[in-house]
């Protein structure tokens, strides 16, 4: 059974740098295939994915965020970290982690998401 | 901007047949990558619907189907229900710029 969490603070103050933690279980990001993203989704507004770490360390980002953020994974602690720096207002928003099951190379999907974790931006 | 076009709002009463359209490009569904389908219940985290175009998770109702050709993609419910009210997002992968997952914008499902 796979299940994943978000973790992390709640508000933070603008400029500040986000970390979001991803803790899950039943599955290893280090199985062939697998990967884990982070979505976003500011209120009342679509899904907007941030990064994507696969199995072998590949990571995939936003074009319009890459520069402010990092992913990382954590094997042992079964763990995977979204680092987003300087933050706006504009980044509030309930942000998921959630599971990419193994595929092909042209398919790239989600098929377990995490409850999500509202972040506030405000000063 | 979402990558991925979808109409922001469909309706349909109980029992009838909606479809939910999904406009991409050559470098994202006209690329041949797959188009998968979500839907999101107020509140709540998304639930993977469709993956691979057309295929339904287990648990799934096979009222729910999907379907792609060229640069676009279309998901379609069947006996629509009340339960059905909601907010559906197809997804899919993108090789401009960087690789990368894509949106939609999201379309707000409405049962009359």
């Known amino acids: 059974q796979i299940t994943l969490k978000e973790s992390g603070p709640t508000l933070v103050t603008p400029t500040q740098t986000l970390t979001l933690t991803c803790t899950f279980s039943g599955f290893s990001v280090s199985s062939s295939g697998v990967g884990v993203g982070w979505i976003r989704q500011p209120p009342g507004k679509p899904l907007e994915c941030l990064a994507l770490?696969?199995?072998?360390?590949?990571?995939r980002y936003s074009p319009s965020l890459k520069s402010r953020l990092t992913i990382t994974k954590d094997t042992s602690k079964n763990q995977v970290v979204l680092t987003m720096t300087n933050m706006d207002p504009v980044d509030t928003a309930t942000y998921f982690c959630?599971?990419?099951?193994?595929?092909?190379?042209?398919?790239?999907?989600?098929?377990?998401w995490g409850p999500g974790a509202l972040v506030t931006v405000s000063s | 901007q979402s990558v991925l076009t979808q109409p922001p709002s469909v309706s349909g009463a109980p029992g009838q047949r909606i479809t939910i359209s999904c406009t991409g490009s050559?470098?994202?569904?006209?690329?041949?990558?797959?188009v998968h389908w979500y839907q999101q219940l107020p509140g709540a985290a998304p639930k993977l619907l469709i993956y691979?175009?057309?295929n339904r998770p287990s648990g799934v109702p096979d009222r729910f189907s999907g379907s792609k050709s060229g640069t676009s993609a279309s998901l379609a419910i069947s006996g629509l229900q009340a339960e059905d009210e909601a907010d559906y997002y197809c997804?899919?992968?993108?090789?401009?710029?960087?690789?990368?997952?894509?949106f939609g914008g999201g379309t707000k499902v409405t049962v009359l």
């Open positions: 997804q899919s992968f993108d090789n401009s710029l960087s690789d990368h997952v894509v």
């Open positions: 959630a599971h990419r099951p193994r595929s092909n190379s042209w398919s790239y999907y989600f098929d377990y």
């Open positions: 050559s470098s994202n569904i006209g690329a041949g990558y797959e």
């Open positions: 770490i696969f199995w072998d360390g590949d990571r």
């Open positions: 691979d175009n057309n």
